[in-house]
T-cell receptor
Framework: DAGVTQSPTHLIKTRGQQVTLRCSPK?????VSWYQQALGQGPQFIFQ???????QRGNFPDRFSGHQFPNYSSELNVNALLLGDSALYLC?????????????FGPGTRLTVT | SQQGEEDPQALSIQEGENATMNCSYK?????LQWYRQNSGRGLVHLIL?????REKHSGRLRVTLDTSKKSSSLLITASRAADTASYFC????????????FGGGTRVLVKP
């Protein structure tokens, strides 16, 4: 049973560019959440997708957008990259059922903006 | 913003000793989860405790939750060098999609 997978592993972009990160949830999971983790800090919630719609959003600007596909996989898009967007981006999947409280994280995508 | 605050921020112990770290939070929750992270990699889920539970065990891990004090603790017994990692608590509220709010983490170094 594959866990949560993310691609790419590492990415280097230039300020002002756009980036797309991808996530495949754990088998049986239907909800995908994205988090940003700056160096030395805890993860911060960006948004959550369920049934192909954004269900919850954290305190992030509109430059951050996402999508969920019918197979539950998800993409995170960041436009007009800033130096401060350099971080580890983590995807987590879970099940929306009543007992689905645990979130399982992927290995992350390390984004460096120069 | 981060809801949880872990204490201490860093902890250095000898192999075989116990490690205790604490987490405080601010708003209502219905579950609290602890995660481990090695060297900036993905988070590994350790244990979940629901708001109606006071204590939970998993192997060498013991978690307590005091909702009246809005605090939780994680105890790792008989620590090993492989336990060296950062540990994060995260609070969730199911009605809000259970988005997790993390603290800043405790960095644990277990010396052989």
């Amino acid at each position: 049973d594959a866990g949560v997978t993310q691609s790419p592993t590492h990415l280097i972009k230039t300020r002002g560019q756009q980036v797309t990160l991808r996530c495949s949830p754990k088998s049986g999971h239907d909800t995908v959440s994205w988090y940003q983790q700056a160096l030395g800090q805890g993860p911060q919630f960006i948004f959550q997708y369920y049934e192909e719609e954004e269900r919850q959003r954290g305190n992030f600007p509109d430059r951050f957008s996402g999508h969920q596909f019918p197979n539950y996989s998800s993409e995170l898009n960041v436009n007009a990259l800033l130096l401060g967007d350099s971080a580890l981006y983590l995807c987590a999947s879970s099940w929306a059922g009543a007992s689905g409280l645990e979130q399982y994280f992927g290995p992350g995508t390390r984004l460096t903006v120069t | 913003s981060q809801q949880g605050e872990e204490d201490p921020q860093a902890l250095s112990i000898q192999e075989g000793e116990n490690a205790t770290m604490n987490c405080s939070y601010k708003t209502s929750i219905n579950n609290l989860q602890w995660y481990r992270q090695n060297s900036g990699r993905g988070l590994v889920h350790l244990i979940l405790i629901r708001s109606n539970e006071r204590e939970k065990h998993s192997g060498r891990l013991r978690v307590t939750l005091d909702t009246s004090k809005k605090s939780s603790s994680l105890l790792i017994t008989a620590s090993r060098a492989a336990d060296t990692a950062s540990y994060f608590c995260a609070t969730g509220f199911k009605a809000a999609g259970n988005k997790l709010t993390f603290g800043g983490g405790t960095r644990v170094l277990v010396k052989p």
